[in-house]
């Protein structure tokens, strides 16, 4: 169990230009869920993933954002356009299956995205 | 809807002092409570967290907590400060939509730990 990975840690990127990153949950995990968190706040809840299928979104990914999670495995957030407000931590967690609303939810360290 | 409120953004104790961290939750349906901690440049690491039964929960790192329905509170409390319990801690409720577990955080709690 190497735990939940994300890649980039950090990037710096200037308004309009896309971004992508990339989040590799623990093996076997069949659910993976998007988190962003601002300066001072909480994580809020972005998307969900069980195996490949994208059950759930939330109201904060505008359509500028995008995620897939093509074969069960790793997932990717695209953001396109992005924006001065887009500045946070993104954050990816993976749970086991089965687990229910009990489960616990493992966090990788998260990408720091500035937009400039 | 569920919520989390923790209160105070900063908490500061002397090593060797009494952590106490509040939270306060509202729910429509019997909550799932849990506790992470967020050291600087880090992810989350689940301290604890409650589900059935024993309404006193144990955790890493000697922290504890209690869930208290009539009060509609999770605080977290650990005995003896140390050094290294310098981090965010944050306060979630769990909520079951459709297959979906979502976390909804409170806005953290950061501890600072002085000699």
């Known amino acids: 169990d190497t735990g939940v990975s994300q890649d980039p840690r950090h990037k710096i990127t200037k308004r309009g230009q896309n971004v992508t990153f990339r989040c590799d949950p623990i093996?076997?995990?069949?659910?993976l869920y998007w988190y962003r968190q601002t300066l001072g706040q909480g994580p809020e809840f972005l998307t969900y993933?069980?195996?490949?299928?994208?059950?759930?979104k939330s109201r904060l990914l505008s359509d500028r954002f995008s995620a897939e999670r093509p074969k069960g495995s790793f997932s990717t957030l695209e953001i396109q356009r992005t924006e001065q407000g887009d500045s946070a931590m993104y954050l990816c967690?993976?749970?086991?299956?089965?687990?229910?609303?009990?489960?616990?939810?493992?966090f990788g360290p998260g990408t720091r995205l500035l937009v400039l | 809807a569920q919520s989390v409120t923790q209160l105070g953004s900063h908490v500061s104790v002397s090593e060797g002092a009494l952590v106490l961290l509040r939270c306060n939750y509202s729910?429509?349906?019997?909550?799932?409570l849990f506790w992470y901690v967020q050291y600087p440049n880090q992810g989350l690491q689940l301290l604890l967290k409650y589900t059935t039964g024993a309404t006193l929960v144990k955790g890493i790192n000697g922290f504890e907590a209690e869930f208290k329905k009539s009060e509609t509170s999770f605080h977290l409390t650990k005995p003896s400060a140390h050094m290294s319990d310098a981090a965010e801690y944050f306060c979630a409720v769990s909520v079951l939509t459709g297959t979906a577990s979502k976390l909804t955080f409170g806005t953290g709690t950061r501890l600072q730990v002085t000699l």
């Open positions: 729910s429509s349906v019997p909550p799932y």
């Open positions: 993933f069980q195996n490949e299928a994208q059950l759930e």
């Open positions: 967690a993976s749970s086991p299956r089965g687990a229910g609303e009990q489960e616990t939810q493992y």
């Open positions: 093996s076997e995990h069949n659910r």
